[in-house]
């Protein structure tokens, strides 16, 4: 693995939420989050990628974005580290 990509998806049927499209247009929903988490424990470091390629909210939400989703690759390198006995 090389780089990590992160990125809201949208369901094609609101109602019925059977199909979800990678729009890049949305926020990073929780269950993103959680596989990220989830690989980067396994991995360790790698860079990560935000891709909003529309719907582009206002910096400052951006930015919020981008430092939650920071939180969760940090939580989850403590996590790596420390199940490899301190170790980076």
Known sequence: MVQLHVAGHE???DARQDLIID?????????VDA??????????ALPVLL???????PLTELLAERDRVDSVYQAALARHAAAQGGAA
């Open 35 to 44: 596989l990220l988490a989830w690989v980067v424990e396994r991995t360790g």
């Open 23 to 31: 729009t890049h247009g949305a926020p990073v929903r929780s269950e």
């Open 11 to 13: 369901f094609w049927d």
């Open 51 to 57: 891709e909003r390629d529309e719907n582009i909210p």
